[in-house]
């Protein structure tokens, strides 16, 4: 799918800067500053620990102040999908001074995306409600997912979908976009993807209203598209 690059006022201004050597391909020569920091707040994370440091770490690189904010502020949520971020934007970034400035871009709009969905999805459908996991909570609560869904997140790794809301559901405008996979990020994952990092979990965040397509995909596409990943019962 073509995609638009509006990266909506993400300029050069808001990418985070750091000096890194380079060898004679253009390739760093060592972790830059960027991604140690991520790297660490994946890990702080995964173990359900405070991330405050790293995160504020990783805002100050940010030129403009107000993006450092708003990266900061969706690190710091406990659901926010960073690990999905460092796999699919910033290791796979080929490592190279345009690319992972590229990546640092992509935090900053997936951040931005981010609050503005948690923001409405609250407003909208009520975070205690819209999903399997109360999103007033933390990353730590007991998670009540489905018979055999392992929660691991694979099937929502794609660039866009058919926003089909169930009847009588109507999503906020920019929704049916996003979830189409137009949003300014170039979507890696669908941008309603949540973490429970401490679990090593995804889910979905609007499970209870989402898209007619998304329900549809059932065990049996599973087991055929993501052989292994489904839980196994004996
Ligand atoms: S790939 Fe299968 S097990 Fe994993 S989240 Fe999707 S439906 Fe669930
Ligand atoms: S809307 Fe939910 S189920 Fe559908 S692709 Fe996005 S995260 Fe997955």
Redesign the pocket.
């Known amino acids: 799918m073509e995609r638009k690059e509006d990266r909506s006022g993400v300029g050069s201004e808001c990418v985070p800067r750091q000096k890194a050597r380079h060898d004679s391909q253009g390739h760093e020569g060592g972790m830059t500053c960027f991604e140690s920091l991520i790297h660490e707040a994946v890990g702080r994370r995964q173990t359900a620990v405070t991330v405050t440091k790293a995160v504020r770490a990783v805002a100050l690189l940010y030129e403009d102040p107000l993006t450092g904010e708003t990266v900061e502020e969706a690190l710091r949520d406990p659901f926010f999908p960073l690990t999905l971020y460092a796999k699919r934007h910033l290791w796979a970034c080929g490592r190279k001074p345009v690319t992972i400035e590229r990546a640092g871009q992509d935090l900053a709009l997936l951040g931005r995306i981010y609050l503005r969905i948690r923001s409405d999805i609250d407003r909208c459908f009520g975070n205690a409600q819209v999903t399997c996991v109360d999103l007033n909570g933390d990353a730590v609560q007991e998670v009540s997912g489905g018979e055999w869904?392992?929660?691991?997140?694979?099937?929502?790794q794609l660039s866009g979908t058919i926003p089909d809301p169930p009847e009588p559901i109507r999503y906020p405008g920019y929704w049916y976009a996003y979830i189409a996979g137009d949003s300014p990020l170039n979507q890696r994952f669908c941008p309603f993807l949540f973490e429970l990092p401490p679990q090593g979990l995804f889910f979905c965040a609007i499970h209870n209203v989402k898209p007619m397509t998304c329900l549809a995909?059932g065990k049996e596409n599973?087991l055929e598209k993501?052989p292994g990943?489904?839980r196994v019962f004996r």
């Open positions: 869904c392992s929660l691991c997140g694979e099937c929502c995909f599973c993501y990943r489904a």
